[in-house]
C-alpha cells in the first residue's frame, strides 16, 4: 500500500468521525429542544389544569377570562411545593406565577422564575393564554417563553394547543431558538407532546419534529427526528430509560444519557 493510500485512508477515517460527532450534535440539539417544549408544556399544563371550572357571574358551567384568571389564582399555588415556594398574584387577566425551587405535578423540578399568564376568550369554548417568561428554570433547562397556548378539555381529556416563539438552554446544555407549534395532552401523571418547529442553531435553521411522552420521575418514551446541517436525518429514540439512542439516514448510530431523574 503507498503513502498517499494510507493517507486517503486516515483522511477518509477523520471525516467518518466527524460525520459521526456531527450526527451526536445533532441528536442531542434536538433532545434539549424537545425537552424545553416539553418543560413549557408541563407547567403550563401545571398551572391552567382545572381552569375550566372558572364560571362567571350568571354563567355557571361556561368559562370566562375572568373567571379562569381567577381559578388560577385561586388554585395554582397549591400545586406545588413546598409550601409557599409559589406566589401567585393576579392583575384584571394576567396572572403573575413566581417559583422560588419548586417541585410541582408530573416530574417538575427545581422550578425557579417567574411566567405571566394573560387569559382571552378563545374560540368553540376554548381558552386562550398568552404566557411570557424570562429565564425561567425548569429541572436543567433554562427558557424565555414567548407562546400563545389553547387550552381545551372535554372530561378528562385535556390539551393545550401551543404556538412557541422562544429560546433556551436544554440540559445537555445546548442554546437554542425556537419557534413552531405543538399539542399537549395530559393526565394525572403524564405529559404528551406532538409538534414540529424550526430551532436556529448559529446562524443555521433546522426542522425538529417530536412524538414523546413523560411521566412524573421517569424517562421519557418516543420518537424525535430533526434534520442535519448538510441535508441527512436524524431519529432519536426513548425506551423510558436513561439512554437515548440514535440513528442517521446514512446509517450511522450511537447513544447519549439523558439527565431525565432530574
Not at 145 to 162: E, H, I, M, P, R
Not at 169 to 179: A, E, K, S, Y
Request: hydrophobic share 35%; aromatic share 4%.
Amino acid at each position: 500500500m503507498t503513502r498517499f493510500s494510507l493517507i486517503a485512508i486516515a483522511l477518509a477515517a477523520v471525516g467518518c468521525k466527524q460525520a459521526a460527532d456531527s450526527d451526536a450534535l445533532t441528536a442531542e440539539l434536538a433532545v434539549d429542544s424537545t425537552n424545553v417544549n416539553q418543560a413549557e408544556s408541563t407547567v403550563l399544563a401545571s398551572a391552567v389544569d382545572g381552569s375550566e371550572a372558572g364560571a362567571g357571574v350568571g354563567l355557571v358551567g361556561a368559562a370566562t377570562p375572568q373567571g379562569v384568571a381567577d381559578w388560577i389564582t385561586a388554585h395554582a399555588a397549591a400545586r406545588y411545593s413546598p409550601a409557599g415556594c409559589a406566589t401567585v398574584t393576579e392583575s384584571g387577566l394576567t396572572v403573575k406565577l413566581v417559583f422560588d425551587d419548586c417541585t410541582g405535578p408530573r416530574g417538575l423540578r427545581q422550578l425557579t422564575g417567574e411566567m405571566d399568564l394573560t387569559v382571552s376568550a378563545g374560540s368553540g369554548g376554548a381558552i386562550d393564554i398568552a404566557a411570557q417568561a424570562t429565564n425561567l428554570e425548569i429541572g436543567q433547562a433554562t427558557m424565555s417563553v414567548d407562546s400563545n397556548a389553547v387550552y381545551t378539555a372535554s372530561g378528562a381529556t385535556k390539551s393545550l394547543t401551543v404556538t412557541t416563539q422562544g429560546s433556551g438552554t436544554g440540559p445537555l446544555g445546548n442554546t437554542i431558538q425556537h419557534d413552531g407549534q405543538y399539542t399537549a395532552t395530559w393526565d394525572a401523571s403524564c405529559v404528551s407532546l406532538e409538534g414540529a418547529w424550526s430551532t436556529d442553531v448559529g446562524q443555521t435553521q433546522r426542522s425538529t419534529t417530536a412524538s414523546v411522552m413523560r411521566c412524573a420521575d421517569q424517562c421519557p418514551t418516543g420518537t424525535v427526528t430533526r434534520d442535519t446541517f448538510n441535508g441527512r436525518t436524524i431519529d432519536i429514540t426513548f425506551d423510558g430509560t436513561d439512554v437515548a439512542k440514535w440513528t442517521s439516514s446514512t446509517g450511522r448510530s450511537g447513544t447519549f444519557t439523558l439527565p431525565c431523574g432530574l
